[in-house]
């Protein structure tokens, strides 16, 4: 109950489905969350949600896709809690299409927010992490980065940068104490796989074909992945830096 014990966790786009649950799964363990994301309505009723369960936690309102908001969502949690242990880089955006199919304005917003995003939370924590010489990142990947899954070339990419971007970091900063992991989720019934869902033409259908895809049949719950967060998160992964976790029901074996 107490593996991330007053550990002060940033959560980004945890105003919903994975994030979420890593921001509960967290509480239950003792940590203190700031729930950041653009969407303030959700994020401030669920960061009181989570004050409601007895979790310490507070809200901060951030385009993940800008530096400044970074830079203030930052200081406002330093302010608050005086320090900062994990990062989690969860926000993501998905949008399918091929090399011709895709258009650029998606091509470039899918990077913007899953690449640019990722670095740009990296960069505003690292300092304040280096400060105390130890945290966790923690950034959310995909299946998509190991393997090339049909029409999505953008997400593909931007998932295998996100990869390539937490081994860069676990190697630059190893010698200050701070430690960068990824985990690389299947497919979760979230409510980015729900918009998926709802935009095909046979529900049913589709429904089979991204639940039987892989060795364990099924799509995996977002609690999941989350208690593979809580590992990297805690101080019982202190050799653990540059991993790549697939928890994906064997996806990436294939
Ligand atoms: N759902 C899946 O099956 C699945 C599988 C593999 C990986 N992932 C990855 O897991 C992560 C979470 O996915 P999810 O399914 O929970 O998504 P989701 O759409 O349910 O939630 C995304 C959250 O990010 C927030 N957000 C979006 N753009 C933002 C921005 N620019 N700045 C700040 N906040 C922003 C949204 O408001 C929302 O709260 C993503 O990185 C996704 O790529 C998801």
Redesign the pocket.
Known sequence: MNRLKDKVCII????????KSIARKFGEEGAVIAV????AE?GQAFALELSQNGVTSMFTQ????KQEQWRDSVAAVIKEYGRIDVLVN?????KDGSALTSSVEDFKRIMD??VN?VYLGMQAVLPQMIRQQKGSVIN?????GLIAIANQIAYNTS?AAVIMMTKSVAVDFAADGIRANCIC????H????QRILDSAEDYDAQFKLMSEDRPLMR?GT?DEVAMGAVYLASDESPFATGSVLSIDGGYACV
Do not use: H, W, Y
Not at 36 to 39: E, I, K, M, R, S
């Open positions: 980004t786009g945890s105003a919903s489905g994975l994030g950041l994301d653009f969407n959700e951030a385009d993940v896709t969860n926000t993501g955006i998905f927010v899953n995003g959310i990947a995909s299946e998509a998932k989720p299947g497919r979760m979230t409510a980015l796989v799509m977002p």
